[in-house]
């Protein structure tokens, strides 16, 4: 199984007060971690190798976690002195993904996404999973066209990208090691017919704001 990255850096400032002293992937949903269910799942799906990068107040979430032992996988940590964005955050760990594919998934959302059903298809630099656009992005992000995903013209409504992907390393390997956001370079190979992605139409909630936690954390207990 692949290893996968799980982005959790972001100061969580719509969050606030709520994180003003808590890293958002530490804030409860139906009484665990916002966090622990992403690495839970990924366990389930097989995954044995997990990287995490953190920022503000990462060291709550390392010492929560640990080494990842007591969820059946293997935690390794990519701490950032400063916020490198996406982009700068998977680049800064690609040393500790290794060479083949890996599953990225964004830490301030909450999905029930079977990630075991994950691959890449040959010669892609990326899969994404889109969903249907929620209303904080009804434009969406992306088209999606016979299992490839495209760049949308002016005034074309596309899907939402969910924070789920396969990346391989080469989408990031040649940039400079500083911060950038990720989704130009998903742009560009886009444009070159190298991105696929797939509809995802499950439970997915963006938990962005303390509405929308409240939101997961009614789902989950659902």
């Known amino acids: 199984m692949m290893r996968a990255m799980v982005l959790a850096a972001g100061k969580g400032e719509r969050m606030r007060p709520l994180t003003l002293h808590t890293p958002k992937p530490l804030l409860p949903v139906a009484d665990k971690p916002l966090l622990q269910w992403h690495i839970e799942a990924l366990a389930t799906a097989g995954v044995a190798e997990l990287v995490i990068n953190h920022a503000w107040l990462g060291e709550q979430i390392e010492r929560y976690f640990g080494d990842g032992s007591r969820f059946g996988l293997r935690i390794r940590w990519s701490a950032e002195g400063e916020p490198l964005e ?3 955050g998977i680049r800064k760990a690609l040393p500790l ?5 890996f599953i990225l998934i964004n830490g301030d959302v909450w999905t029930r996404y079977d990630f075991a059903q994950l691959a890449l298809p040959e010669g892609m630099l990326a899969h994404l999973v889109l969903i249907d656009n929620p209303v904080h992005n009804p434009n969406g992000d992306f088209l999606l066209t016979d299992g490839l995903v495209g760049n949308p013209a002016a005034g074309q409504v596309g899907l939402t ?3 789920i992907a396969v990346l391989h390393p080469d989408l ?5 090691e500083v911060a950038f956001a990720l989704a130009p370079l ?3 190979a886009a444009e070159q ?3 696929s992605g797939e509809h ?3 439970a997915w909630i963006d938990v962005g704001t303390p509405e929308r936690l409240a939101d997961a954390d009614r789902v989950a207990r659902g």
């Not at 993904?97 to 594919?101: E, I, N, R, S």
């Not at 990031?172 to 400079?176: F, R, V, Y």
């Open 200 to 202: 995802f139409r499950g």
């Open 97 to 101: 993904l290794g060479d083949a594919p």
């Open 172 to 176: 990031l390997a040649e940039h400079p």
């Open 161 to 163: 990208y969910s924070g």
């Open 86 to 88: 996406t982009g700068g």
């Open 186 to 188: 998903l742009r560009a």
């Open 193 to 195: 017919g190298r991105v």
